[in-house]
């Protein structure tokens, strides 16, 4: 999609800081991020909703997520992490392009709940 900033950020036309990158996917920190390190794993293919997803590319889906947790968790040395991906305007979507996010933990970080009214 040409106003898709999650499309422009793949394309390389708008700067981030990335955590890694491969074919399908990039990974890179959160502008405005819960906890250090809290970063975001985004398909380079344009899909609206997990539902989107081709069934092909869960698994470089996980996998691309499995190693950012490593590269963040020694990076943060944070002592756990939440995995979260919001699907649809009413699960708090804000951007229509899937995204997992990854939210590195340590403990005392403020325990925030990820489900507001």
């Known amino acids: 999609m040409d106003d898709c900033i999650f499309c422009k950020i793949a394309k390389g ?3 981030s800081e990335k955590v ?3 074919d399908n996917f ?3 920190k ?3 991020p819960m906890t250090e390190g809290h ?3 985004i398909p380079k293919k344009h899909y609206t909703t997990f539902l989107d997803v081709p069934p092909s590319l869960f698994g470089e889906y996980m996998e691309t997520a499995k190693e ?3 590269i963040l968790l020694k990076e943060t040395k944070a002592e756990g992490f ?3 991906m919001s699907n649809f305007k009413v699960a708090q979507q804000e951007v229509p392009h899937v995204h ?3 939210v590195p933990r340590k403990k005392g970080d403020g325990n925030f709940k990820f489900l507001k009214d």
């Open 39 to 41: 970063s975001l794993v």
């Open 30 to 32: 959160d502008i405005n």
């Open 82 to 84: 939440n995995l979260l």
């Open 20 to 22: 890694l990158e491969n």
């Open 13 to 15: 036309e708008i700067p």
């Open 100 to 102: 997992l996010h990854i």
């Open 68 to 70: 950012a947790v490593f």
């Open 26 to 28: 990039i990974v890179i």
